[in-house]
């Protein structure tokens, strides 16, 4: 497999809707939005295949705005998978290269949104 790589090695962004509500149903009302919180840096491990998953704080609201018990039932969240050498550095000798970002997206309504990948700005 010489000249192979793997996609998983790319920098992309693309756009999700994340099902919340099936991730928290029949979690206790106290641990809802953690769990939700837990089940958004998941999503976004096994979709980009980054280990390091960081959350953009408006999400964080986002996910929080109703409460500790009252989870949105879907979120829109673009996730980047980004070199650790670009804008947001924090370790440069770290074992891997990529990290994801996931931040918030707003829509008004989710009715026949798919997921789409996101042009470079």
Request: with cysteine; hydrophobic share 35%.
């Amino acid at each position: 497999m010489t000249g192979k790589r793997s996609a998983l090695e790319d920098v992309v962004t693309r756009e999700y809707t994340i099902h919340l509500h099936k991730l928290v149903h029949g979690r206790s009302f106290k641990k809802r939005a953690p769990w939700a919180v837990k089940s958004v840096v998941e999503f976004a491990r096994k979709s980009m295949g980054t280990k390091d998953i960081r959350l953009d704080p408006k999400l964080n609201q986002a996910l929080w705005a109703q409460g500790i018990k009252t989870v949105p039932h879907r979120i829109r969240v673009k996730l980047e998978r980004e070199y650790l050498l670009c804008k947001r550095n924090d370790e440069e000798n770290a074992k891997e290269k990529l990290y994801t970002y996931a931040s918030h997206v707003e829509v008004t309504s989710f009715k026949g949104l798919q997921t789409t990948v996101v042009d470079a700005e």
